[in-house]
């Protein structure tokens, strides 16, 4: 076995190994620190590395420490990062690995993650920064009450709307990503967080707004007064993106066109069912009554054969317009994240796991941009759908018009040409009444 094959397998071993030890032995009341938070804090350390296209071996010790990061909390949080050092050199082991170099960068990786953070080298800066990813995430809002939640049950830290929210807005503000990349593609939106939590904390409590924020609101407010500076407006981060109402007139679109598109398929399917019906009738028929006769009359041969084709031609083209299309039925984290998933359609989500179906589909009704994206998105497949659907129609109508009259004109063309080649032959015969004479004389 090469080298490539061995870490591909170690990969995946190593996924199924930290998938059942995280859901067998971590409590269930660590609601964040979960696995789906650890397949995030994975993905978000390969786009890292692949942003840097650091080397095989270094990519494999950011993936397997992003795997093994929190496995320690099996015992509780306190000290969590030496137990998953220990938890990954055990399975490394285990596995037969004894690359040194590759055993310590794993494990100065996961000791990077402890708070706070100061990782040493480059690989535990990729790490430490993928531990923090959610901090510039579409996730943010649903993981920060997950935080919540598990530090009230598992470190009895029941902590008021006005305490949490200064917890929050401490712990971002001292917040550094130590990447250029991660800074890139998580920079802009925790920016966004940190402004919508000061606006959280000014509605509960104006009193204790700081002058910094009134400053910046009164800004905002001029701003929106100068249609010339809509621009800046934006770039600064300052529209209200979950202010955004749709009004009715959108959501009629939709909803009208949604019905169009359905009334369509319908129709196009009922055409086809007409089509099957027909042809099938058709070829019934002449299985009956022309394949029998075809003994007696061979020049019928040519006209059955072209009506027997033009039927199974029309049957094929209407069976692929009625087809159902089979799909992967899965969509990945990184398209949901990335909003490219289209959730409202079966055929994308039937084989997801139930945690991040759930996970995307609170995201896409969080952020209405991801809905009515998704929205659109499942419109225009339903618009592919539905033109191959009509393509497909179309071909099997002119298919039975065409051909049904070129079959009758062969049909007709034997039979002449057959009565031209074939004469019947005068028979004379006495008249019944000559006969009866006759046979009484």
């Known amino acids: 076995m090469n080298k490539v094959a061995e870490t591909d397998t170690l990969l995946k071993d190593v996924e199924a190994h930290t998938e059942k030890y995280i859901q067998d032995e971590i409590k269930p009341h660590f609601v964040y620190h979960n696995f789906q938070h650890t397949c995030a804090v994975v993905e978000a350390a390969k786009e890292l590395a692949d942003h840097y296209e650091v080397s095989k071996d270094d990519r494999l010790a950011i993936v397997l420490a992003a795997w093994f990061h929190d ?49 040493r080298t480059f690989l535990e800066e990729i790490v430490a920064d993928a531990d923090l990813s959610h901090l510039g995430d579409l996730s943010y809002w649903d993981r920060c009450g997950r935080v919540r939640q598990e530090f009230a049950i598992t470190r009895n830290m029941i902590m008021s709307d006005q305490e949490w929210i200064d917890f929050e807005l ?102 086809a069912n007409i089509m099957l019906s027909v042809n099938a009738i058709i070829l019934s028929i002449s299985a009956a009554n022309l394949f029998p006769s075809l003994d007696k009359n061979p020049h019928l041969v040519m006209p059955t054969v072209i009506l027997v084709g033009v039927c199974l031609g029309s049957l094929f083209y209407a069976i692929q317009a009625t087809r159902p299309k089979v799909t992967e039925g899965k969509s990945s984290m990184e398209d949901i994240k990335a909003r490219r998933s289209n959730l409202l359609f079966f055929g994308n989500f039937y084989n997801m796991p139930i945690d991040d179906f759930h996970y995307g589909m609170m995201e896409m009704i969080r952020d209405e941009d991801f809905l009515y994206s998704s929205m659109t998105r499942d419109l225009y497949y339903l618009g592919v759908v539905l033109a191959k659907k009509y393509q497909f129609l179309r071909v099997c109508y002119n298919v039975f018009l065409f051909g049904l009259i070129v079959a009758v004109f062969a049909f007709v063309a034997a039979t002449v040409h057959y009565n031209i080649t074939h004469p019947i032959s005068p028979v004379i015969t006495v008249p019944s009444i000559l006969s009866d004479t006759l046979s009484v004389q």
């Open 71 to 119: 496995t320690g909390y099996a015992q509780g949080w306190e000290g969590h990062e030496e137990r998953g050092v220990h938890n990954a050199t055990d399975w490394l082991a285990s596995q037969g690995v004894t690359n040194k170099d590759l055993i310590n960068n794993i494990a100065g990786c996961i000791r990077a993650t402890r708070m706070p953070q100061q990782p």
């Open 170 to 271: 401490e712990f971002m503000l001292n917040h550094e990503y130590h990447t250029e990349a991660a800074r890139e593609m998580f920079g802009e939106r925790k920016s966004k967080h940190v402004k919508q939590l000061y606006k959280r904390k000014k509605a509960l409590f104006p009193d204790q707004t700081p002058t910094n924020l009134e400053e910046l609101e009164d800004a905002k407010q001029r701003k929106k007064k100068l249609k010339k500076l809509k621009k800046a407006v934006a770039k600064a981060g300052q529209k209200k993106e979950p202010d955004f109402k749709p009004g009715r007139g959108v959501e009629t679109m939709y909803r009208a066109t949604y019905r169009t598109h359905v009334n369509l398929s319908s129709i196009a399917d009922n055409k």
